[in-house]
């Protein structure tokens, strides 16, 4: 029988240990859930993680930020400020395989949760943290939230206006900060299964953020006689950095048509693509003038110009018809600039399994984002919706510690869960 018939993910087996709050550390989780590992999650004993109740619809516990962020989860409610709570804590990651938590290091070293203490009883533990600016040096333990992340690492500032910083796309650092944490812990896995040791796995906002814009970054990194490369496009423009207005390349931009709504060109070299655009378009007199706009690089110097027509053309007409009109002539990079709603209801991400259904048990079916990596014989999947409140406690405590009713029950008198 295949793993696949099976329903075997390619962590199956493996078991996590997640004491995360919000986002950073949460999501991270989940992505390992998804690939099948177990994984229990922390939360204190009287609230929980906070983020129950972040974006919570009015009237109800149904919250998506929760569902996204700890599907696939156990839920173990344990109070970590009694050290029979922090023994627990303990015995659970002595025979798990990963731990990760994104609480600053003074917080897991203060009750012996930090890597030190925890390896010497399980020296094959994947320890995984995640912190705002990186584990070592004087802001070590500043505090970590997803703004901080986008704007230390010049990400609100990446379009060169630096009158005024963009509107932070919310969640974007700490997403990309915990698919970097997932993936030090694969790595970790990985060379634990290679060479048998165990060890910490560090990631940042700062530095999965700095790794999102690697090109610009190391555009900055690398200059000569303290100028940056540009491309060629760039050599033509009149503005210091590339615009819409200004783009460089008229065929690599971005447009908005009659009905208000954007599409983008995404064509490099131009000279093979330009006559089927210009037949798109309808053969537009006043992009005709060889002089201007008889090869590429004529075009793209005088690209703002061209960038001016091609404005009134495509704002003539709704963008359904610009699109039927480009893509029925041959293979051009073009496509629609989705708002948010329309990529999450966009059919290519649909019939790829980007978005999926849950059946919930509480909330009926449920749509989620799916897990965007296809893996033919282990393939990721939600098998289980985000746990309720300390939902999973008594399950821990039975059958991955062995306690019996009587020790359970001593436990909830003393508080500790």
Known sequence: MSCTAQGLGPLDGIRVVDWTIWQQGPVAGAMLGDLGAEVIKIEERERGDGGRAMLRFEGSDKSPYWEMNNRNKKSFAVDLKQPEGVALVRELIAGADVFIQNFRPSVAEKIGLDYETLSQRNPKLIYASASAFGPEGPERSSRAYDLLGQARSGFLLRTGHEDEPDTPDGGMADQMGAIMLAYGVLAGLMARERHGIGQKVDTSLLGSMMWLRGLPVVLELM?????????????????????????????????????????????????????????????????????????????????????????????????????????????????????????????????NG???????????????PG???????????????????????????????????????????????
Not at 354 to 368: N, Q
Not at 393 to 403: I, Q
């Open 223 to 351: 200059k000569q006689d303290g100028k940056r490369a540009v491309s060629d496009m760039q050599k033509h423009m009149k503005a210091k950095v590339p615009t819409r207005r200004d783009p460089g390349n008229p065929l690599w931009n971005t447009f908005k048509c009659a009905d208000g709504k954007w599409l983008a060109l995404a064509i490099l070299a131009t000279d093979p693509h330009w006559p089927v655009v210009m037949e798109a378009l309808g053969n537009p007199p006043e992009l005709a003038d060889a002089a201007r706009y008889g090869d590429h690089w004529s075009r793209c110097a005088n690209a703002r110009e061209a960038t001016e027509v091609l404005d009134r053309i495509f704002a003539s007409q709704d963008r359904t018809h610009w699109l039927d009109r480009l893509t029925a002539r041959g293979d051009l990079p073009v496509c629609a600039i989705n708002t948010t709603e329309e990529a999450a209801n966009d059919p290519q991400a649909l019939i």
């Open 354 to 368: 980007y978005v999926t259904e849950l059946d919930h048990p509480s909330h009926g079916k449920i749509r989620l």
């Open 371 to 417: 897990f965007p990596i296809a893996l033919s014989q282990t393939p990721a999947r939600i098998h289980r919706q985000a746990p309720e409140f300390g939902e999973h406690t008594e399950e821990v405590l039975l059958e991955m510690l062995g306690y019996d009713w009587d020790r359970i029950g001593a436990l909830r008198e003393r508080k500790v869960i």
